[in-house]
Nanobody, 123 residues
């Protein structure tokens, strides 16, 4: 398993941008599909975006498509989530996840979770 640590969350206004980072431990980072999830107060954790080990394949939830971009730097064991045109409904704790395949990420069955980082978007 990899250890995951998110950073980059904060308080922003609607329309602003924010970039989240997730640093992973270990020397096999490129073998893992990575993903981002989020959980708003009183709601279940939901899938946001996923990226393959090579970075060549990405998937997004419909609610963020066109506004969020997932990317990774395998040399730095880091995955990013660039969030543009933020909306108040994007407010949530954002979690990074690692899985053996994209399918495990999309099914919310990763092998590792980060501790989460809070994103708050004010109107």
């Amino acid at each position: 398993q990899v250890q995951l640590v998110e950073s980059g969350g904060g308080l922003v206004q609607a329309g602003d941008s924010l970039r989240l980072s997730c640093a992973a431990s270990g020397r096999t980072f490129s073998r893992y599909a990575m993903g981002w999830f989020r959980q708003a107060p009183g709601k279940e954790r939901e899938f946001v975006a996923a990226i393959s080990g090579s970075g060549g394949v990405t998937y997004y939830a419909d609610s963020v498509k066109g506004r969020f971009t997932i990317s990774r730097d395998n040399a730095k064991n880091t995955v990013f989530l660039q969030m543009n045109s933020l909306k108040p409904q994007d407010t949530a704790v954002y979690y990074c996840a690692a899985g053996a395949t994209l399918a495990t990420i999309q099914k919310a069955l990763p092998s590792s979770w980060g501790q989460g980082t809070q994103v708050t978007v004010s109107s």
